[in-house]
C-alpha cells in the first residue's frame, strides 16, 4: 500500500500587497509503502519567495477532506485518514485556518526564499491494499 500528497500552490493577494511580487513552490509527501501497525511519516517542502519583506499565512486546504478531517483516496474506493504538520513534534495540525486546523504565519525577508517543511503521518488504521493519493492546495496570503 503507497500513499503521495500532492501540493499545489496559489498564491492570494490582499489589496494593500498588490505591488509585491511572489512565487510559490511546492513538493509531494510521498508516504511510499505504509504500516497500517505501526503508521507512517514523510516531510516535504513548500518554498515561498517575496521580492517585498512582510508576514504571509500559508494555508493547507484539502481535496480529500472528509468532514472531519484529511483523506487519501485509494483506487480500489479505500479511504486513509493522515494529518499535516508544521513542526516536526506533529502536535498541532496545519490546515486551512478552519476545520482543518490553523494556518501557519510566516515572515518574508524580500530578499532569499523560505523554504517551509511540510510534516505528514498516516495513523495506525485499516486499509484494503492499493495506491492511495490526494491533492493539496498551498494558498499564500499577504
Known amino acids: 500500500?503507497?500513499?503521495?500528497?500532492v501540493l499545489a500552490?496559489?498564491?492570494?493577494?490582499?489589496?494593500?500587497a498588490a505591488d509585491a511580487?511572489?512565487?510559490?513552490?511546492a513538493n509531494g509527501l510521498a508516504f511510499g509503502r505504509i504500516d497500517l501497525i505501526r503508521g507512517t511519516t514523510s516531510a516535504g517542502r513548500?518554498?515561498?519567495?517575496?521580492?517585498?519583506?512582510?508576514?504571509?499565512?500559508?494555508?493547507?486546504?484539502s481535496a480529500g477532506d472528509g468532514g472531519a478531517?484529511?483523506?487519501?483516496?485509494?483506487?480500489?474506493?479505500?479511504?486513509?485518514?493522515?494529518?499535516?504538520?508544521?513542526?516536526?513534534?506533529?502536535?498541532?495540525?496545519?490546515?486551512?485556518?478552519s476545520r482543518l486546523g490553523p494556518a501557519v504565519f510566516a515572515q518574508s525577508?524580500?530578499?532569499a526564499p523560505l523554504d517551509l517543511t511540510v510534516y505528514g503521518r498516516v495513523p495506525?488504521?485499516?486499509a484494503p491494499p492499493g495506491e492511495y493519493a490526494d491533492q493539496i492546495t498551498v494558498t499564500v496570503i499577504f
Open 124 to 126: 495506525p488504521q485499516t
Open 46 to 61: 513548500i518554498t515561498v519567495a517575496c521580492d517585498r519583506p512582510g508576514l504571509f499565512q500559508v494555508a493547507l486546504a
Open 1 to 5: 500500500m503507497r500513499g503521495v500528497i
Open 109 to 111: 525577508d524580500g530578499a
Open 69 to 97: 478531517g484529511r483523506l487519501m483516496r485509494g483506487t480500489t474506493g479505500g479511504t486513509l485518514r493522515y494529518n499535516l504538520f508544521s513542526q516536526p513534534s506533529m502536535l498541532i495540525p496545519w490546515g486551512d485556518g
Open 21 to 25: 511580487a511572489c512565487t510559490v513552490a
Open 9 to 16: 500552490a496559489c498564491l492570494a493577494l490582499l489589496p494593500n
